[in-house]
Each structure stands twice: as C-alpha cells, then as structure tokens.
C-alpha cells in the first residue's frame, strides 16, 4: 500500500483510508471488526469516522462506530494507525444524530464536548484529524478555529480539516488561520466520483495552490459505480435500498444518485472497467487516486469481500487511455450529482 501527505502535515498514510460509516448498522459489530482486520492486514492504517455514525442512526445510536473502533484499537499499535473523525455542527438533512440534544454547532463549547465524547468512544487520548462534519454558517470561522487550535495545543488532537466545504469557505478558513496565527485546514473531505466531478471546478485549484489535500467519500457514489442499482435492481442491504424505508426526505437525496443519466454513465464506466481488465468498482477508486490534490480514497463496506474490488486499486495505475474515456463519459453527465 502506497502512502501519501496530509496536506503540510508530517503524517503520512495508506492511499485508502477505512470509512466506518457502515458499523454498527449496516454492518454488526463482529462484522465491522473483521472488516478492520482484512484492511488492516492488506496496509490500511488511516481510519475515518464521525460522532454521529453509523448512518442513518436511527437504527442503532449516535457514537457506535466509534465505539466498534475504540474497542479494536486495543490490540493495536496505536502509533501506527492515524485516526480521524469528525465533530457534527449544525443539524443538517434527515441523516442527522440528535447529539448534544440536536443544537450542535461549531463554537468552543460544543466543540470541547464532542471531543471529549470522540476520545472517551474511541478509548485513545489523541486524535489524529479532526474534522468538521458541515460548515456552521452561523459561527464565524475564528471561534471554530480559536476552539479547534486550543485541541492541537492540549494535545488531544495533532491536525484538523473540514468537510463538505466549499471553496470560498475552505479560503475563508485558510485566511482566519492566516490573520490570527491558528491551527489550518490541512484536509477537505468532500463528495467526489466519477459522478460528481464538481470539486475540480473551484475547489481542486484552491488545493493545489494551499497544499491542501482532498479526502474524497463516495468514490463508488454510494455504490452506484459497482453497477449493483442498474436495471433498477434494490439489492437487501444496500444503503440506497435501506435510504427508501428511513425518511421521505431521501426520496430528493436518492433521485440524485439513481437516475436514468446517473445509471447510464455507468453502464458506461462499467465498460471501460471491463475493457480494462478490472471491476467497475476498482476502476472507480483507481480514478480517484489518479487525482495530485487526492491524499487518499476514503471506502466503505458492509461485508469483508467488498472491500476485494476497492483495495485493489491501490494496485492499479490507469493508463491515459482509459483516463481519456472516464473523461468523455463524464464531460456527456447531464444530471450531475451534488
């Protein structure tokens, strides 16, 4: 497994990182953990989580994938795994946790207390990234940052990101860090695939020039690239198929992912991989990596063998043939996710 930089940090890791986005839903305890076995095993040592995790988390609660990993970081070198997760912010769509009795923002106050909720799950005393979950529009971006730093200099995190930024929020942030002398954004975690390429109109070039470093989610687009939803197929389990019983509001969030335009793309990516010699979802996560402002491809899986077509690709390096014909397919979209 190759590694790769945090954006100006001194951390380096595996050039996949494990979402837990799945566990303790989706995916049982015993389930997760053996997951976290098999990526372990193959040299995956960069972890992603999130407070409000798993999701949707009406099914379980709030925190219990953080829990799964703190008890399985016990029997591991915890200097050689780079954790990250992610403080909540405001509430924000249907898939929101209740934490904090639902009035979550990013101030000192909720953010000291999501971390110390973080570190008690996970049973460390540091972590590695931490992260905004959403931007918080309603604090300004000096007490995120003043609180954030004040983590970094108690030592109870080592470097901080956001997620789900744009790019005019992501400068905002790098010019408050700037101006007052704070801890910076060295990560943005954003949704980016080959269905959703939006993040190289602006924000791609913000990165490049500030050495920042995206950790793109979704690089199967929930699952749609591995061509599991075509023909209208709802496989049990799925997350799209599991999406449809929770909320009326996921019927907006699935049209975007699963449509005839979103469904034709794939077929089409489906036939690169083939001709390639790969499997659509390996192909898919190859691309992603194939990106410079890329650090590293966050994956998921609900069962160990997914996570077979995923790995994979660190393996893979796409010839310029093959990046040509992701590019024609994706420059025809016309339903772009977001």
Not at 21 to 32: E, I, L, P, V, Y
Not at 82 to 102: H, L, S
Not at 128 to 157: I, M, N, S
Not at 277 to 286: D, E, K, W
């Amino acid at each position: 497994m190759k590694r790769r930089r945090l954006g100006r940090t001194g951390i380096t890791v595996s050039e996949i990182c494990l979402g837990t986005m799945t566990f303790g839903n989706q995916a049982d305890a015993a389930t997760s953990r053996a997951i976290l076995d098999s990526a372990w095993d193959r040299g995956v040592d960069f972890l992603d989580i999130a407070e409000i995790y798993p999701v949707p988390p009406e099914v379980r609660y709030a925190g219990m994938s953080e829990e799964i990993v703190g008890s399985w970081l016990q029997d591991k070198p915890r200097d050689r795994l780079v954790i990250a997760t992610k403080v909540a912010g405001p509430a924000f769509g249907w898939f929101m946790a209740p934490v904090r009795e639902n009035r979550t923002a990013l101030d000192r106050h909720h953010i000291v207390r999501a971390v110390e909720g973080s570190l008690r799950r996970l049973r460390t005393d540091y972590i590695d990234l931490y992260q905004t979950h959403w931007p918080d529009r309603e604090v300004d971006q000096e007490v995120t940052l003043r609180a954030l730093t004040e983590l970094v200099q108690a030592g109870k995190v080592r470097h901080i990101g956001c997620s789900n930024e744009t790019a005019y929020g992501l400068m905002k942030g790098l010019w408050t860090s700037d101006l007052h002398g704070l801890e910076r954004y060295e990560t943005i975690q954003n949704n980016f695939s080959l269905l959703n390429r939006r993040f190289e109109s602006e924000i791609a070039e913000v990165c490049r020039r500030e050495k920042v470093s995206l950790l793109p989610y979704s690089p199967l687009a929930g699952g749609v690239l591995s061509g599991k939803y075509q023909d209208g197929a709802e496989p049990p389990g799925a997350r799209f198929t599991l999406y449809r019983e929770y909320s009326p509001r996921t019927k907006t969030m699935l049209a975007r992912f699963l449509n005839d335009d979103t469904r034709a793309s794939t077929a089409r990516f489906m036939e690169i991989a083939r001709e390639a010699g790969m499997a659509p979802a390996t192909l898919a996560t190859a691309w992603s990596l194939s990106r410079d402002f890329v650090a590293s491809t966050l994956i998921g899986a609900t069962r160990v063998q997914q996570l077979d077509d995923t790995l994979a690709a660190a393996d893979v390096t796409l010839e310029r043939d093959v990046l040509d014909a992701c590019d024609a397919v994706s420059r025809e979209i016309k339903y772009p996710m977001g």
